[in-house]
């Protein structure tokens, strides 16, 4: 099995200036000795560092890729958009939207960022990859085609997306995010499309707190290819793999996408500072089972994760490597430190039954098998 690992350290020198954690540094908010931007390049290069040391990375086509072109952008962004945001990136740095600092050669960090979910995606629908990760970096599932927000400058998944469907590489694509955030970006721009399914499993009115409901299917031609699975703050492992079940899986299997595309987000693990769920590395690496076994049914094994949010950088590496362990079928492990104590604090019998009951009932409305 050959996976890719789409990889720029350039990518890494992203920066979103002096923040203490949410917050811009100024008045009452302190700077922090250490730290900034929850967003910052730890977490990703920490993931990578483990998967050397293991020996992981030795066994995965280790690639960069050439940033999206202007063509490939304004496929999904504005003109006037991209402009601005050269302009305010070539003069220093800014911000365009809520919560989207970047710092000279923004742009073109973000561009990169785009590029590697590009170049992994045609080499995943190509046929030179089984599966490919690309560690994308700024995140962009939160972008909108004219209004960056959620450390997201560019829609890297859409951005893929778009090129692919131009060089008739794929007509149909899934996109299953499971970051904890709502993937407000991406459901916005295929929303009234019925050639791309959209699902998001997130935290219940975590960020953006107006977006992410469960009633929301899509409108026109798009009307029943969005699908959001809002689950209520606290839900673990067992409401997890059944949202999967129950809910995401079928309705991507009903589907039939070409290429199932994961919006790979790790701050639902359980001690991730933007989130409040209770996931582990078991969830992590259960799910990965679950898309590989849907893709090798569906699409012929296609699948493409593309990295979004994460804040721990401690954590973030192990849940990681359990995800592309299972992706390239590999025996090589970093064990969970933290496992044991992780599952002791997963929920209550009592908690679990209130969530899956939730659960229950969104596969109840959408008619799906108990």
């Known amino acids: 099995m050959a996976t890719g690992f789409y990889w720029d350290e350039r990518s890494m020198w992203h920066g979103g200036g002096n923040y203490a954690g949410m917050f811009p540094v100024g008045g009452q908010v302190q700077p922090m000795t250490a730290g900034g931007l929850p967003e910052s390049p730890e977490s990703k290069r920490r993931m990578k560092n483990l998967m050397e040391m293991t020996g992981l990375l030795a066994t995965l086509q280790v690639q960069s890729a050439a940033p999206a072109t202007r063509a490939d952008m304004e496929r999904v962004h504005p003109a006037a958009y991209l402009d601005a945001f050269k302009e305010k990136s070539d003069a220093g740095g800014g911000e365009l939207g809520l919560r989207t600092p970047f710092g000279p050669g923004g742009f073109e960090m973000a561009a990169l960022s785009a590029g590697l979910a590009k170049e992994a995606l045609f080499a995943v629908l190509d046929g030179r990859l089984d599966n490919a990760y690309a560690m994308s970096r700024p995140p962009g599932h939160h972008c909108l085609p004219d209004w960056p927000n959620g450390f997201c400058l560019m829609a890297n998944i859409a951005i893929a997306i778009e090129a692919a469907r131009a060089e ?35 935290q219940e009115n975590n960020y953006p707190v107006d977006t992410g409901a469960f009633a929301d299917r899509g409108r026109g031609k798009g009307e029943g290819f969005n699908l959001n699975i809002p689950l209520p703050p606290g839900a673990g492992h067992k409401v997890y793999l059944a949202a999967m079940d129950r809910i995401a899986l079928p309705a991507i299997r009903a589907f039939g996408p070409d290429v199932l595309i994961i919006a790979c987000g790790f701050d639902a693990a359980i001690n991730d500072p933007l989130g409040r769920m209770l996931c582990t590395q078991a969830t992590f690496r259960a799910m990965t089972k ?73 596969a109840r409305q959408l008619g799906l098998a108990p």
Request: hydrophobic share 45%; net charge negative.
């Open 168 to 202: 008739g590489r794929a007509a149909r694509f899934a996109v299953l995010d499971w970051d904890v955030h709502h993937g407000n970006g991406t459901e916005a721009i295929f929303y009234e499309r019925d050639d791309v399914l959209t699902v998001s499993i997130h």
């Open 290 to 362: 679950q898309v590989m076994a849907l893709a090798d049914e569906v699409c012929d094994g296609k699948l493409l994760m593309v990295h979004e949010g994460g804040y721990s950088e401690a954590y973030v590496p192990f849940c990681g490597h359990a995800v592309i362990q299972e992706m390239a079928g590999s025996s090589i492990d970093a064990p969970d430190p933290h496992g044991p104590v992780f599952a002791k604090r997963q929920p209550t019998a009592v908690y679990d039954a209130f969530a899956l009951g939730i659960v229950a009932d969104m």
